[in-house]
């Protein structure tokens, strides 16, 4: 398996993901870490078992463009991370405004 990783600003991500589309490469996964003073985005892509990683640093303030519009089944990840974080994915194809898990009269978003 051969990997590459790639660090991009978030403005580039809905571009990056139509490019990787177009070339063939399926979306695999988004995975999140809260740092000390940001969020680290790794959103993971895979075409021949050849994975290409691009991340995505954020402030706790800040938003991310959804890639839900470029890869559909993108739009789970991000719910679930709207639940656990509190982050706002702008332009999500289905959107649960922090209820995915969580029910209306539940916890209340961010669980982490």
Avoid: W
Avoid at 3 to 15: A, C, D, G, V, W
Avoid at 52 to 71: A, G, M, N, Q, W
């Amino acid at each position: 398996m051969i990997t590459e990783y790639e660090t991009i600003n978030k403005e580039e991500i809905l571009s990056l993901c139509k490019k990787y589309k177009d070339d063939g490469y399926r979306f695999v996964a988004i995975t999140a870490e809260k740092l000390e003073d940001r969020y680290e985005f790794t959103y993971h892509f895979d075409l021949n078992y050849e994975m290409k990683h691009v991340r995505v640093f954020l402030s706790f303030e800040d938003s991310l463009p959804s890639i839900s519009t470029v890869f559909p089944a993108a739009f789970l990840i991000e719910n679930e991370y709207q639940d656990l974080y509190g982050l706002i994915f702008e332009g999500l194809i289905i959107d649960y405004k922090g209820h995915l898990y969580l029910t209306q009269d539940g916890p209340v978003a961010p669980l982490a």
